[in-house]
């Protein structure tokens, strides 16, 4: 963790009438930071809810230990996303979104190995995830796993974003990666948020074009 952080990791939450919904990712994270002693952050960012269930969800998670709820006036994911990156005190940024699941085991393993300083030089950490399938009230999942490498230098960067586009999207999300703080605000890359289609990508492209080195991790912990 660097000396000009307060946190490892800033996860940004954004939620919309998800009911009960934030409480699961919420203390998977949570959980994982009572282990490594607190070093990660979680702001969640109300936009505008107005469902009385999601209200009283959002009342019990404001009172844990490094979790902030930011409330607004209904503007979109990608305003409340840009207003979670304003109020990041962490190295790291990463996106969830409310109604989807973190594997606290899988977290812990990846933090655990960013903990260790291996990943110093990189600008993007990039992570496996799982797709679920719901069909006559049975789960299924489909796992998407990376295999480990390493890509340094502009160039590399750009091909293997573009061929993945064409392959598995693994450049396309927002919640599969971290991000390096200091590469956002340096640049001030935000979330587009006049557009409702689309505005991962450019964000990660505007994000890849200042990067040198991502790195990709063979752990899944993100479940969607």
Not at 86 to 92: D, I, K, R, T
Not at 130 to 140: M, V
Not at 171 to 186: E, P
């Amino acid at each position: 963790m660097s000396n000009n952080s307060k946190y490892l990791i800033s996860f940004i939450v954004p939620v919309f009438n998800t009911g009960t919904n934030i409480e699961n990712i919420i203390n998977s994270i949570f959980k994982v930071n009572n282990i490594m002693g607190n070093i990660l952050e979680i702001i969640v960012v109300d936009d505008g809810s107005d469902d009385q269930e999601t209200l009283d969800s959002l009342k019990n998670i404001s009172k844990l230990n490094n979790v902030s709820v930011i409330r607004q006036k209904n503007s979109g994911p990608s305003a409340s996303r840009n207003v979670g990156i304003s109020n990041a005190s962490g190295e790291w940024i990463g996106f969830c979104d409310s109604d989807d699941i973190v594997d606290a085991e899988y977290l812990l393993n990846a933090i655990k190995t960013i903990k260790m300083n291996n990943y110093k030089n990189s600008d993007m950490l990039v992570f496996g995830w799982n797709i679920r399938y719901d069909q006559n009230d049975k789960s299924t999942y489909r796992h998407i796993n990376l295999e480990k490498q390493c890509i340094a230098g502009k160039n590399n960067i750009t091909q293997k974003t573009l061929k993945s586009l064409s392959l598995d999207g693994r450049m396309y999300n927002l919640w599969n990666r971290l991000y390096r703080k200091k590469i956002i605000r340096d640049n001030n890359i935000k979330l587009d948020e006049n557009l409702r289609f689309g505005e991962d990508l450019i964000f990660n492209l505007n994000f890849l074009l200042k990067s040198s080195r991502i790195d990709m991790l063979d752990i899944a912990p993100y479940y969607t």
